[in-house]
C-alpha cells in the first residue's frame, strides 16, 4: 500500500510538472494580453511534432530536438502576437476566436504533415530510478520534472529580478500606466508570447517519448490547463504552479483508485466549485476580466 | 402585399431546393436546417451579454432525452422530441443556479465546465447513456402521409421538409420573444444591466430566462437529430462542434436575427459543398481556420453588416448597435 501511495506520488509530480510548464504559459500570455490562448494545446502539440521530425525521424539528439522545439513554438507565439493578438488588443473574445481559427490551422498542419495516425518514438533512455521494488521514476520523466523545476525558477527569477520581468508585470497589471512610463507594449507582449508559446513546446517536446504523438492531443491539455489557471487564479503564476500540483495529485490519485473518466469529473467540478466559491481562484485578485 | 409574395416565393424555394441536390448534399441540408435552429437559439443567449460554451452539450441532452423516452418508455416520437427540448430547458434552469453566479469570461470557461462535465457522464454511465458507444437504434420518426405527399423518413427530403417546418415555427418564436417586452428586457440586461436593476427588473431572472428558453430550443434540435441520423454518443456533441457554433455567430454576427443563420449558411455551403466537392477534404480545417481568423479580422461585425451596407441600411431602429464581441 505505502508503495502504490509513493509511485503514485511520484506520478503526480511528474504530471504537475508539465502541466505546471502549459499552465504558466497559459497565465502569462493572458496577463499580459488578456487574451485566452485556446490554440495553447495545439502550441504544446507543435513543440511534441517538432522532436517528432527532428529527433525520430532526422536522428537529431534528443536536448538539441527539445531546444529547437522551444524555440520553434516561441517563435509561433510571436506569429500569433504580430498576426493576431496585436491587430485585436481591444476585442478579447475577438482574440479567443483567432486562436480559435490558429487551432485549426495548427491541427490541419500536422495532418497534412504527418498523418492522424500515432507517431512513435523511440525512448530516449531506458533507464530507471529504482526506489524499491516497485517504486520506480523512469528518467525520461525526471527530465521533465527537472526542466520544469528549473525554467519554473529561471522565469521566477526573470519576473521578479530584471528590468523586463518588472516591465512586463507592469504591463499586465496596467497596459495604459505602463505605456505612459515608457514601456513598450508591443515589446512586453512579444516577450511574454515567446515565453508563454515557447514553455508549451518545451513541454510538448519532453513529454513527446511519453505521451501519445497525434494532431489532436492538444484537446485534453487545453482543458487540464484551464482547469489549473481557474483553481489557482486566472493571472496569478504562483497559483497555477501550486493548482497544478493539486490537481496532478487529485487527478493521478483518483486515476489511480477509481478511473480516468470518474478522474476527470472531479476535476471539472472542481474547477466549476472554485468559480461558485472564489471565481477569482485560489491566488486571484479580481484586476483582470 | 410585398411581404406575401416573398413568403411565397421564399418557401416555394425551399420546397424545391431539395430537389436540384445529391443524396449527400440532401442530408448536408437537413443538418443545416437543423444547425439553423442551433445557432438561432444560441443568438437568443447572446442577447442577455452572456456567452455559453455548453450549447451544442445542452443540444445533446435533448437529443439524448428524447432518445431514451422513446427507447425506455415507449414515447411517441413528435412527443419525445417536445419533452427532449423540455428536458433541455429544465436542465439549463438548474445550471443557471450555479452558472449565472458567473459573468462574461468566468460564464463562458464556467459553461464549458458543466459541459464537459455532462458529457463525461454520458461516458461514464452505461445504463441509461451507453457509454462512450452511445445510443444506437433509435426510433425514427414515424412516417405518415398528408395526401398529397408521403413522408418516409429515411428518404432526407421527407425529413427536411419535416425539420423545415419544424424550425420555422421555432424561428417564428424565438423572433416573436425578441420583439416582445421580454426580448427588450434581454436587451437591457446586456447593455444597461445597473439601470435595468434599479428599474426593478430581475436580472438574474432573466438571463436564466434566456438561458432556459435557449436551450429548449437546442434540445429540439438535438432531438431531430437524434431520431435522423439513430445514433448519438457523447462525441457527437464535443467542443468541435461548439467551436463552429461560435464561428456561425461571430462571422454572420449577433446583432440582428438574420446574422448567425446567415454566417450558419455561407460557411456550411462553403466548408460541405465548395470545399468538399473541389477535393480539398484534407485541407478543409485550414482553410476554416483561416476564415476565422480573416474575418474577425476585416469584418469585426459580421457578415450582416456587408448586408447592411449593400442594402443602403437605414440605422436599426429596433435593434441598439451590437458588435458581436465585447
Known amino acids: ?289 | 402585399m410585398r411581404n406575401l409574395a416573398i413568403f411565397v416565393l421564399g418557401g416555394a424555394a425551399l420546397l424545391a431546393l431539395p430537389h436540384g441536390l445529391s443524396f449527400s448534399q440532401q442530408e448536408i441540408l437537413v443538418f443545416l436546417t437543423l444547425n439553423i435552429l442551433l445557432v438561432s437559439s444560441y443568438r437568443l443567449l447572446t442577447l442577455t451579454g452572456e456567452w455559453s460554451l455548453a450549447h451544442v452539450v445542452i443540444m445533446g441532452v435533448g437529443a439524448y432525452a428524447s432518445a431514451i423516452y422513446t427507447k425506455e418508455l415507449g414515447i411517441w416520437v413528435p412527443v419525445s422530441i417536445l419533452l427532449g427540448g423540455a428536458t433541455a430547458a429544465l436542465l439549463a434552469v438548474l445550471l443557471s443556479f450555479p452558472l449565472f453566479r458567473m459573468k462574461g469570461f468566468y460564464f463562458l470557461i464556467g459553461s464549458f465546465a458543466a459541459g464537459e462535465i455532462i458529457r463525461l457522464l454520458w461516458k461514464r454511465f452505461r445504463d441509461p447513456f451507453g457509454g462512450a458507444k452511445g445510443i444506437k437504434g433509435i426510433d425514427p420518426m414515424p412516417d405518415f402521409s398528408i395526401g398529397i405527399y408521403d413522408f418516409d423518413f429515411f428518404e432526407p427530403i421527407s425529413y427536411y421538409y419535416l425539420s423545415c417546418a419544424v424550425v420555422a415555427v421555432c424561428l417564428w418564436i424565438l423572433w416573436r420573444i425578441e420583439r416582445s417586452p421580454v426580448g427588450l428586457t434581454f436587451h437591457a440586461v446586456h447593455w444597461q444591466d445597473r439601470l435595468a436593476e434599479a428599474s426593478g427588473v430581475n436580472l438574474r431572472a432573466y438571463r436564466t430566462l434566456a438561458f432556459s428558453i435557449a436551450s429548449g430550443f437546442a434540445g429540439i434540435s438535438g432531438a431531430l437529430m437524434a431520431h435522423y441520423v439513430g445514433t448519438i454518443n457523447p462525441n457527437s456533441f464535443d467542443v468541435d462542434l461548439m467551436v463552429f457554433v461560435l464561428t456561425w455567430a461571430i462571422v454572420g454576427g449577433t446583432a440582428t436575427f438574420y446574422g448567425p443563420i446567415l454566417g450558419c449558411v455561407v460557411l456550411t455551403v462553403l466548408n460541405e459543398i465548395v470545399l468538399r466537392e473541389m477535393g480539398f477534404e484534407q485541407m478543409r480545417p485550414l482553410i476554416y481556420g483561416l476564415i476565422m481568423i480573416l474575418s474577425i479580422l476585416f469584418l469585426p461585425k459580421g457578415l450582416e453588416s456587408l448586408v447592411q451596407k449593400i442594402a443602403g441600411k437605414r440605422p436599426g431602429k429596433d435593434t441598439p448597435e451590437r458588435s458581436p464581441a465585447q
Open chain 1, 1 to 289: 500500500m505505502l508503495d502504490l501511495l509513493a509511485q503514485t506520488g511520484l506520478n503526480a509530480v511528474y504530471a504537475a510538472s508539465y502541466i505546471s510548464l502549459i499552465a504558466v504559459g497559459l497565465v502569462l500570455i493572458f496577463g499580459v494580453m488578456g487574451v485566452i490562448n485556446f490554440a495553447h494545446g495545439e502550441l504544446y502539440m507543435a513543440g511534441a511534432y517538432t522532436v517528432v521530425l527532428l529527433y525520430t525521424d532526422l536522428a537529431v539528439p534528443f536536448f538539441v530536438a527539445v531546444a529547437a522545439g522551444l524555440i520553434f513554438v516561441g517563435c509561433l507565439g510571436l506569429a500569433m502576437e504580430r498576426a493576431l493578438f496585436r491587430p485585436l488588443r481591444d476585442n478579447p473574445l475577438g482574440g479567443l476566436v483567432a486562436s480559435i481559427g490558429f487551432l485549426m490551422i495548427l491541427q490541419a498542419l500536422a495532418v497534412m504533415g504527418f498523418g492522424v495516425r500515432m507517431e512513435h518514438i523511440p525512448p530516449v533512455t531506458q533507464s530507471v530510478i529504482e526506489f524499491s521494488d516497485r517504486v520506480r521514476l523512469p528518467v525520461a520523466r525526471l527530465y521533465v520534472i527537472v526542466a520544469a523545476v528549473v525554467l519554473l525558477t529561471a522565469l521566477w527569477v526573470f519576473l521578479k529580478k530584471t528590468r523586463f520581468g518588472w516591465a512586463l508585470r507592469a504591463a499586465a497589471q496596467d497596459p495604459e500606466a505602463a505605456a505612459l512610463q515608457g514601456i513598450s507594449i508591443n515589446q512586453t507582449a512579444r516577450i511574454a508570447m515567446f515565453i508563454g508559446a515557447g514553455l508549451a513546446g518545451i513541454a510538448g517536446a519532453l513529454t513527446a517519448p511519453l505521451v501519445s504523438v497525434n494532431p489532436h492531443m492538444g484537446h485534453s491539455v487545453i482543458v487540464t490547463a484551464f482547469i489549473v489557471i481557474i483553481v489557482g487564479g486566472v493571472g496569478s503564476l504562483e497559483g497555477a504552479v501550486v493548482a497544478s500540483v493539486a490537481y496532478a495529485l487529485v487527478h493521478t490519485f483518483v486515476t489511480t483508485f477509481y478511473d480516468g473518466v470518474i478522474a476527470d469529473i472531479v476535476g471539472l467540478s472542481l474547477m466549476l466549485l472554485v468559480l461558485i466559491i472564489k471565481p477569482t481562484g485560489l491566488f486571484g485578485s479580481a484586476d483582470r476580466a
